[in-house]
């Protein structure tokens, strides 16, 4: 079992920064790739990044692409999103994923899930 924690949310304005943690239960970098997602009011969960096992590969939705940086710290169990040049449109709740046989942008592939940190990006 893995719990993941995000935190780092919160409101900002549009062209502004935000670096988003999510803090895994256990190390899990060797063995699981690792997500984040968004879901903003009345629309379905998005892919937004994703983190191979290794760290090797990273895949990025078009719409983030050049403004949002995933990273790990397998000493620290935690997976990093560095979003700048924040939108209004980027505004949505963020889940941390984690899982071991994923397919980068399918959230049904993956197995474990964060509670959600809220992103809000002001015009």
């Not at 304005?13 to 190390?27: I, K, N």
């Not at 892919?47 to 940086?69: M, W």
């Not at 620290?76 to 994923?97: F, H």
Request: glycine content about 12%.
């Amino acid at each position: 079992q893995v719990q993941l924690v995000e935190s780092g949310g919160g409101l900002v304005q549009a062209g502004g920064s935000l670096r988003l943690s999510c803090a895994a239960s256990r190390r899990t970098f060797s063995s699981y790739a690792m997500g984040w997602f968004r879901q903003a009011p009345g629309k379905e969960r998005e892919f937004v990044v994703n983190i191979s096992s290794s760290g090797g590969s990273r895949y990025y939705a078009d719409s983030v692409k050049g403004r949002f940086t995933i990273s790990g710290d397998n000493a620290k169990n935690t997976v990093s999103l560095q979003m700048n040049s924040l939108k209004p449109e980027d505004t949505a709740v963020y889940y941390c994923a984690a899982g071991r046989a994923v397919v980068a942008g399918s959230a049904q592939t993956y197995e474990y899930w964060g509670q959600g940190t809220q992103v809000t990006v002001s015009s």
